[in-house]
T-cell receptor
Framework: DAGVIQSPRHEVTEMGQEVTLRCKPISGHDYLFWYRQTMMRGLELLIYFNNNVPIDDSGMPEDRFSAKMPNASFSTLKIQPSEPRDSAVYFC?????????FGQGTRLTVV | DAKTTQPPSMDCAEGRAANLPCNHSTISGNEYVYWYRQIHSQGPQYIIHGLKNNETNEMASLIITEDRKSSTLILPHATLRDTAVYYCIVRASNTGNQFYFGTGTSLTVIP
């Protein structure tokens, strides 16, 4: 298996633009997580899904952030409109139980 | 929320054993201890986990005290590639599969 695949690896966008981050989990995994990492706040759990259903989105910072999982092999995290303080590395992870496997992350820079 | 306490940083000589401590004094009976590491902004990587018995795999050993209030991750022969931030996480398997990361220990392996 290729592991958790995230795209793009790097994204630079202007403030106010819409940004969409993508994630392909490991086949057969029924949990999917979105995390954000910054120097100030470390690794924060934003939202997670079980069997494509959002279970806990309490970590989503505000309404500008939304996440979807239309099927078992794809998820998106959207920021609209983006702001400079959204600059961070965004990680996707998937799990089938005990262990979670992380993607390589998307480094987002909002200028 | 992170329920663990780790030293912020440690050094270890190359080739020696690295012993990384973690306190989890409020751990519940159904909570596992997990260790992940993150190498230079890559996605976190699973190392090992355990409930109450000591565990060993090809990467490391996990020693959990009898009262389960603390544990130690042991890298038997540290190499320069083991330089990373190591996260100790306490997680219940029956209350959702999310992982909450604390601040971790930054381990530097010195040549």
């Amino acid at each position: 298996d290729a592991g958790v695949i995230q795209s793009p690896r790097h994204e630079v966008t202007e403030m106010g633009q819409e940004v969409t981050l993508r994630c392909k989990p490991i086949s057969g995994h029924d949990y999917l997580f979105w995390y954000r990492q910054t120097m100030m706040r470390g690794l924060e759990l934003l939202i997670y899904f079980n069997n494509n259903v959002p279970i806990d989105d309490s970590g989503m910072p505000e309404d500008r952030f939304s996440a979807k999982m239309p099927n078992a092999s794809f998820s998106t995290l959207k920021i609209q409109p983006s702001e400079p303080r959204d600059s961070a590395v965004y990680f996707c992870a998937s799990s089938s139980g005990r262990k979670a496997f992380f993607g390589q992350g998307t480094r987002l820079t909002v200028v | 929320d992170a329920k663990t306490t780790q030293p912020p940083s440690m050094d270890c000589a190359e080739g020696r054993a690295a012993n990384l401590p973690c306190n989890h004094s409020t751990i519940s009976g159904n909570e596992y201890v997990y260790w992940y590491r993150q190498i230079h902004s890559q996605g976190p990587q699973y190392i090992i986990h355990g409930l109450k018995n000591n565990e060993t795999n090809e990467m490391a050993s996990l020693i959990i005290t009898e009262d389960r209030k603390s544990s130690t991750l042991i890298l038997p022969h540290a190499t320069l590639r083991d330089t990373a931030v190591y996260y100790c996480i306490v997680r219940a398997s029956n209350t959702g599969n999310q992982f909450y990361f604390g601040t971790g220990t930054s381990l530097t392996v010195i040549p």
